[in-house]
């Protein structure tokens, strides 16, 4: 069967690309070969996190950009955050934090595979979510008690490590 004949394509000669089958009935496509960036681009024209999102809408480009920089900062609203009460059951205390910690761990994977993409605004974007959200949740400045002692525990659960 001459398939560059069925598609209306010569490829003068060459090889036509593999073809595959899509599992709805033995109808064959061609596949959309797409280009990886592997070095830092700046640009709109970038997949985050999801096969052809954000596309090649400015808009859309800048809802990705303000998707990353809120889980990055959700990121660091649950490493700073205290939900678990004084006194509350070892089990129940126990089951709080595990959930909470695979919430924390999903969120951060979700903002690395967004970097991934190697497009500039999106690092920079996680990294401003990141900055602002340990600004707020982390760091001494809005802090309820300033003179709490050292000892005291800040967060239900332990600091993320890389």
Not at 48 to 64: A, D, N
Not at 97 to 117: D, F, K
Not at 119 to 140: E, I, Q, Y
Request: glycine share 12%.
């Amino acid at each position: 069967m001459d398939h560059d004949h069925m598609h209306g394509g010569d490829m003068g000669g060459m090889a036509s690309p593999p073809m595959s089958m899509n599992g709805t009935g033995g109808m064959m496509h061609r596949h959309k070969m797409m280009m990886m960036h592997m070095t830092f681009f700046w640009g709109t024209n970038a997949e985050v996190l999801f096969s052809g999102w954000p596309g090649t809408s400015t808009k859309m480009y800048v809802l990705s950009l303000v998707f990353v920089f809120v889980l990055a900062i959700l990121v660091e609203w649950l490493s700073g955050t205290h939900l678990i009460r004084e006194g509350t059951n070892n089990v129940a205390a126990g089951m709080i934090q595990t959930v909470m910690h695979a919430i924390r761990v999903g969120l951060a994977y979700m903002v690395m595979l967004a970097v991934m993409s190697f497009n500039a605004g999106v690092f920079l974007s996680a990294l401003a979510g990141h900055t602002l959200g340990f600004f707020v949740f982390g760091s001494r400045v809005f802090k309820k008690k300033a003179g709490s002692p050292s000892y005291q525990k800040t967060s239900d659960l332990p600091p993320m490590s890389c």
